[in-house]
């Protein structure tokens, strides 16, 4: 973000805190928690609140596991679709909250299902 802007983060009360979703999908076995970087706090006296922002440069992240059914194994490209939400504000000004679409493409290899020799095994 540019430098004077900020984002409310998750659980900031009257404004948009910002959320990565994905969609439900049939090749998707489990959509992970949201990863994100901690929140710092943002006072404004003038009208007695005390916001959770993040600015400057963030990640967020989400993992997912892939179904091992074999109708996804035979696809060769797992299409995910979602979406991002967030409010974000300069100064005293903030703009309207807003949702981007967000689309992925996923290429799935064949499933390897060869062992390691035995000689290469670690041995318990």
């Given at each position: ?21 994905l969609e439900p999908d049939p ?86 299902l060869v062992r390691v020799p ?7």
């Amino acid at each position: 973000m540019r430098p004077g802007i900020h984002i409310y983060a998750p659980g900031a009360v009257g404004y948009t805190g910002y959320s990565f979703t994905l969609e439900p999908d049939p090749a998707v076995r489990v959509i992970h928690d949201m990863q994100r970087p901690p929140a710092e706090m943002l006072e404004l006296p003038s009208i007695r609140e005390r916001l959770p922002i993040n600015q400057g440069k963030i990640r967020i992240s989400r993992d997912i596991t892939i179904s091992l059914a074999h109708e996804v194994i035979e696809h060769a490209e797992i299409e995910l679709h979602g979406s991002f939400a967030y409010q974000a504000c300069a100064g005293d000004f903030c703009y309207v909250p807003a949702k981007i679409p967000l689309k992925w493409v996923l290429e799935v290899g064949e499933h390897d299902l060869v062992r390691v020799p035995k000689s290469m095994r670690i041995k318990r």
